[in-house]
T-cell receptor, first 119, second 109 residues
Framework: GAVVSQHPSWVICKSGTSVKIECRSLDFQATTMFWYRQFPKQSLMLMATSNEGSKATYEQGVEKDKFLINHASLTLSTLTVTSAHPEDSSFYICSASEGTFSIGHYGYTFGSGTRLTVV | GQNIDQPTEMTATEGAIVQINCTYQTSGFNGLFWYQQHAGEAPTFLSY??LDGLEEKGRFSSFLSRSKGYSYLLLKELQMKDSASYLCAAMDSNYQLIWGAGTKLIIKP
């Protein structure tokens, strides 16, 4: 089945530094990548949607200058948390879609998630 | 607005059956997903329904009623490893997933 590889699995960084999270689709072309964050005991919150070769579409309330998304190829998307602060500590998850959808589709494929802790 | 409702937490006994309900309101509808998420891990796909009725897949089944905006996930022969959060997500007319807050299922021996 479809696999999305997400790295790193966890990262601890100092306040004010930047962190880059990568998501790669290993056996399919990810036309669309979704980036989510999840706080403890809460559901997934969509941050942004990116299509290969174009600018990401950010959800309301998500700072695009703080959360930089690059989707330069059909197999790689990155999320960079710039000037991270403790309140950015969260579980970040990517998911990918081939862009086609029909009955029998096995849903969007999720990466394994990145736990970010900013100290 | 768009909204997904599901119970916050449920408790069941090992070997029993449990039904997790989900109601949704979306702008257009392109299907209903159920995902399982263990603590600290990413969600994994369980089922997708876009037509009314019951879809059975081993111990797990999912039901959809489009006219009622209602779905449920049925888990049979519960095992301890089924302890997890179960996320309901409806896909709107733009193929965006609208997520519920998740139902934490606790399995007791």
């Amino acid at each position: 089945g479809a696999v999305v590889s997400q790295h790193p699995s966890w990262v601890i960084c100092k306040s004010g530094t930047s962190v880059k999270i990568e998501c790669r689709s290993l056996d399919f072309q990810a036309t669309t990548m979704f980036w989510y964050r999840q706080f403890p005991k809460q559901s997934l919150m969509l941050m942004a949607t990116s299509n290969e070769g174009s600018k990401a579409t950010y959800e309301q309330g998500v700072e695009k200058d703080k959360f930089l998304i690059n989707h330069a190829s059909l197999t790689l998307s990155t999320l960079t948390v710039t000037s991270a602060h403790p309140e950015d500590s969260s579980f970040y998850i990517c998911s990918a879609s081939e862009g086609t959808f029909s009955i029998g589709h096995y849903g969007y494929t999720f990466g394994s998630g990145t736990r970010l802790t900013v100290v | 607005g768009q909204n997904i409702d599901q119970p916050t937490e449920m408790t069941a006994t090992e070997g029993a059956i449990v039904q997790i309900n989900c109601t949704y309101q979306t702008s257009g509808f392109n299907g209903l997903f159920w995902y399982q998420q263990h603590a600290g891990e990413a969600p994994t796909f369980l089922s997708y329904n876009v037509l009314d009725g019951l879809e059975e897949k081993g111990r797990f089944s999912s039901f959809l009623s489009r006219s009622k905006g209602y779905s449920y996930l049925l888990l049979k022969e519960l095992q301890m490893k089924d302890s997890a959060s179960y996320l309901c997500a409806a896909m709107d007319s733009n193929y965006q997933l609208i997520w519920g807050a998740g139902t934490k299922l606790i399995i007791k021996p």
